[in-house]
């Protein structure tokens, strides 16, 4: 069974970065599309950004121009560097590839 483990959570003030990871235990990257997504306390998980083995990439409104996903396939890692946080990015941070999902790490903006 493919393992995701995703880090780079962390407390941080609005207008800061964060750069989160998600490692998977074998390789995976090269033959499925791969996505973050986030679930705020309260309210429905929500896609983030998406980005396929091709490196098409697609984000949520939201956050465009100021998130970028990217991948390294030579490291099965997925990337998400966030800049700019506002308080509303505020969430549980999933990474998925299919129909397997990381355990989530935490982010937290401050206003």
């Known amino acids: 069974q493919v393992q995701l483990v995703e880090s780079g959570g962390g407390l941080v003030q609005a207008g800061g970065s964060l750069r989160l990871s998600c490692a998977a235990s074998e390789t995976i990257f090269t033959i499925k599309p791969m996505g973050w997504y986030r679930q705020a306390l309260g309210k429905q998980r929500e896609l983030v950004a998406t980005i396929t083995r091709g490196g098409t990439t697609n984000y949520a409104d939201s956050v465009k121009g100021r998130f970028t996903i990217s991948r390294d396939n030579a490291k099965n890692t997925l990337y998400l560097q966030m800049n700019s946080l506002k308080p509303e990015d505020t969430a549980v941070y999933y990474c998925?590839?299919?129909?397997?999902w990381g355990q989530g790490t935490q982010v937290t903006v401050s206003s």
């Open positions: 998925n590839v299919g129909c397997i």
